[in-house]
T-cell receptor, first 114, second 113 residues
Framework: DAGVIQSPRHEVTEMGQEVTLRCKPISGHNSLFWYRQTMMRGLELLIYFNNNVPIDDSGMPEDRFSAKMPNASFSTLKIQPSEPRDSAVYFC????????????FGPGTRLTVT | DQQVKQNSPSLSVQEGRISILNCDYTNSMFDYFLWYKKYPAEGPTFLISISSIKDKNEDGRFTVFLNKSAKHLSLHIVPSQPGDSAVYFCAASEDFGNEKLTFGTGTRLTIIP
């Protein structure tokens, strides 16, 4: 089975530009999570979806960040406009649900904003 | 406010010996705990979990112990192998895993051959 797929793996952009990160969860999983990893704050949850519906977006830093899940097999995290402090590794994870609680992570997108 | 804490940023252990990684939490509503392992340039990989109704869970070389009164859990790896060198994250959840995970900041484990 394919794992969680994220694209791009690396993104370098200039301050002020729009950035879109993409995620394809594992087929059959009904929850999707976006995380950000930085040296200072470790792994922090940004937002998560159950059955394509956003459940908790309290971790989204500010209005420059937005996330969508138009269907069960695709999600995007958008930053507009991007700032240097957004530089981090962004992970997507999915979970089957029911009695299966483990989250399965993608390889991450390393974002550098100059 | 760091609800899940891993106070040791790094740990070095001789190959073949026991590795013990520690984690403390402050939120008494947490009732499900997980350990993840992360290699460089990869996403975290699930390792082992434990529900608050247990105090121990074992899977091969990996054992997780939970002390609810102390709000403390630990991961034991025995015997340690070079492939165990990675960053280990402790995570916790409410509602027996149905809620979001809160992660610790990680401990970098280095196994010395």
């Amino acid at each position: 089975d394919a794992g969680v797929i994220q694209s791009p793996r690396h993104e370098v952009t200039e301050m002020g530009q729009e950035v879109t990160l993409r995620c394809k969860p594992i087929s059959g999983h009904n929850s999707l999570f976006w995380y950000r990893q930085t040296m200072m704050r470790g792994l922090e949850l940004l937002i998560y979806f159950n059955n394509n519906v956003p459940i908790d977006d309290s971790g989204m830093p500010e209005d420059r960040f937005s996330a969508k899940m138009p269907n069960a097999s695709f999600s995007t995290l958008k930053i507009q406009p991007s700032e240097p402090r957004d530089s981090a590794v962004y992970f997507c994870a999915s979970r089957r649900g029911g009695l299966v609680y483990e989250q399965y992570f993608g390889p991450g997108t390393r974002l550098t904003v100059t | 406010d760091q609800q899940v804490k891993q106070n040791s940023p790094s740990l070095s252990v001789q190959e073949g010996r026991i590795s013990i990684l520690n984690c403390d939490y402050t939120n008494s509503m947490f009732d499900y705990f997980l350990w993840y392992k992360k290699y460089p340039a990869e996403g975290p990989t699930f390792l082992i979990s434990i529900s608050s109704i247990k105090d121990k869970n074992e899977d091969g070389r990996f054992t997780v112990f939970l002390n609810k009164s102390a709000k403390h859990l630990s991961l034991h790896i025995v015997p340690s192998q070079p492939g165990d060198s990675a960053v280990y994250f402790c995570a916790a959840s409410e509602d027996f895993g149905n809620e979001k995970l809160t992660f610790g900041t990680g401990t970098r484990l280095t196994i010395i051959p």
